[in-house]
């Protein structure tokens, strides 16, 4: 049996995804890989390298017993990371069930609306990233502050008698990324509603199962990949976020973004900033590995 090559173009087009993941990727992490093994110091940059990439083998050789893993151990023993990083899945978690409450209706009525207007409804789903993120998130702060939009309709209305305290609060963050991340979690659920087999539905129907019983055997099952990765979307850069909770949380806005900027920028103690990240990227990548794992699973038992 002779083994067949790819053409040309399809190992063009692989090794030049391999090598973007290279440079944007795998070398800016191993750069702050090495920064976070390095000790903090009053310099220019704040840290003194333990080893240099440029020194030569024998050289970094030598230089890898020593080490320092100073930074992680202090991630550990300063209580204010943990807050952080506690702070932020807490957050990151809240924000994605409330997005999936907002998304999965959205999407399923999308999923449902008539082939001449479902491709008007999927560009109004995802019509808030034609504007400047940053612009959107300030329109935020006009809307909930004490004197902004909201408050100022709902005086008017009479439907209460004082401003409500939404701005620099978690509500407030919880709002924003709701908000920012939505079509995230939209286009994965309604691309896995629409590739449904409406005939599913019939023949559950046809075997006396109700509306609610043939979405709840059927659809919804059959729309869990979906969902499975909108959340993923929605929760992996929500842990990290670092502009809404700046801009619409207040001073006890705990996360875990605010803090990495705090320690490169206000304590410039580089070393432990790096060592933050790295820890962070660890915890975000398990669910990613655990999903992929149950993915595979899945197109193996079809197979």
């Not at 932020?88 to 999965?104: I, N, P, Q």
């Not at 109700?210 to 959340?231: D, M």
Request: charged share 15%.
């Amino acid at each position: 049996m002779t083994t067949q090559t790819k053409p040309l173009s399809e190992r063009l087009m692989a090794g030049f995804s391999w090598l973007w993941l290279l440079v944007l990727i795998f070398v800016p992490l191993l750069i702050v890989l090495k920064i976070s093994l390095s000790q903090a110091a009053l310099a220019q940059p704040p840290y003194v390298p333990v080893f240099e990439f440029s020194a030569g083998v024998e050289v970094f050789l030598e230089k890898l017993s020593t080490l320092s893993s100073a930074a992680y151990q202090g991630l550990f023993d300063d209580s204010l990371y943990l807050a952080s990083y506690l702070s932020s899945l807490r957050l990151a978690g809240l924000s994605t069930g409330l997005t999936l409450l907002v998304a999965y209706p959205l999407a399923f009525a999308i999923s449902r609306a008539p082939a001449r207007i479902k491709s008007g409804l999927i560009l109004l789903a995802v019509a808030p990233f034609w504007t400047s993120f940053l612009i959107r998130v300030y329109a935020w702060i006009a809307i909930l502050k004490d004197e902004g939009l909201l408050n100022h309709v709902l005086l008017r209305v009479g439907l209460i008698d004082a401003p409500l305290q939404i701005f620099a609060t978690e509500t407030a963050v919880l709002i924003g990324i709701v908000y920012s991340y939505l079509p995230f979690m939209v286009l994965p659920i309604f691309n896995a509603l629409d590739r449904q087999d409406p005939a599913l539905v019939e023949a559950a129907s046809d075997l006396g199962a109700s509306p609610f019983a043939a979405f709840w055997r059927v659809t919804f099952p059959l729309s869990l990949p979906g969902l499975i990765a909108g959340c993923l979307l929605v929760f992996v850069p929500a842990v990290g976020e670092f502009v809404i909770p700046d801009l619409l949380g207040g001073s006890d806005t705990l996360m875990i973004g605010r803090t990495l900027w705090s320690e490169f920028f206000d304590n410039r103690d580089w070393p432990t900033a790096s060592a933050a990240a790295i820890l962070l990227l660890v915890l975000l990548v398990i669910p990613m590995l655990v999903f992929e794992r149950v993915q595979m699973r899945d197109l193996d038992r079809i197979r």
